[in-house]
T-cell receptor, first 115, second 114 residues
Framework: EAGVVQSPRYKIIEKKQPVAFWCNPISGHNTLYWYLQNLGQGPELLIRYENEEAVDDSQLPKDRFSAERLKGVDSTLKIQPAELGDSAVYLC?????????????FGPGTRLTVL | AQKVTQAQTEISVVEKEDVTLDCVYETRDTTYYLFWYKQPPSGELVFLIRRNSFDEQNEISGRYSWNFQKSTSSFNFTITASQVVDSAVYFCALAKAAGNKLTFGGGTRVLVKP
């Protein structure tokens, strides 16, 4: 069974440019998560989807970050415009549903470097 | 507010040595869940264990064991007879009973030398 797929794996952009990350969760997983992981730190939740609905986006900086999961499967996370401080790894995870009993499966992440 | 502290940023051991990773948490909830994840160099976090706050029994899985002490708000993880493949960053995490929002600690990097 395929795991969580993320692309691209690496992205280098100049500040003020837009950037988008894509995530394909494990088939059948209704819940999708985007996490931000700064260097040397643990992941922090940005947004959680239950199917197409964003049920927890309290940590998403809405002035420059946006996300969508239009058909309840794939998801895209966008930053516009990117700032130097956005350099980090962006992790996507999925689980069967939002229950704490269902393990979150993580993708390999997208490493963003903003110059 | 919930908080997880992993005081050890990096531990270096020689193969076959035991290594214990500390995790201390803070929460006001009476029901909560604790987790350990492994992050190898490839980047994907791999789930290792979930424990609920009412189950204080220690658990052993192969070379891995976990010690949950509610009285000291700690959930420590021991790797027995470490191997080079155990080299990774290990994260402790905490979640409320409702929802599946994980609060992670800062991680401990384990380096096992041959």
């Amino acid at each position: 069974e395929a795991g969580v797929v993320q692309s691209p794996r690496y992205k280098i952009i100049e500040k003020k440019q837009p950037v988008a990350f894509w995530c394909n969760p494990i088939s059948g997983h209704n819940t999708l998560y985007w996490y931000l992981q700064n260097l040397g730190q643990g992941p922090e939740l940005l947004i959680r989807y239950e199917n197409e609905e964003a049920v927890d986006d309290s940590q998403l900086p809405k002035d420059r970050f946006s996300a969508e999961r239009l058909k309840g499967v794939d998801s895209t996370l966008k930053i516009q415009p990117a700032e130097l401080g956005d350099s980090a790894v962006y992790l996507c995870a999925s689980s069967l549903d939002g229950s704490v009993y269902n393990e979150q499966f993580f993708g390999p992440g997208t490493r963003l470097t903003v110059l | 507010a919930q908080k997880v502290t992993q005081a050890q940023t990096e531990i270096s051991v020689v193969e076959k040595e035991d290594v214990t990773l500390d995790c201390v948490y803070e929460t006001r909830d009476t029901t909560y869940y604790l987790f350990w994840y492994k992050q190898p160099p490839s980047g994907e976090l791999v789930f290792l264990i979930r424990r609920n706050s009412f189950d204080e029994q220690n658990e052993i899985s192969g070379r891995y064991s976990w010690n949950f002490q509610k009285s000291t708000s700690s959930f420590n993880f021991t790797i027995t007879a470490s191997q080079v493949v155990d080299s990774a960053v290990y994260f402790c995490a905490l979640a409320k009973a409702a929802g599946n929002k994980l609060t992670f600690g800062g991680g401990t990097r384990v380096l096992v030398k041959p």
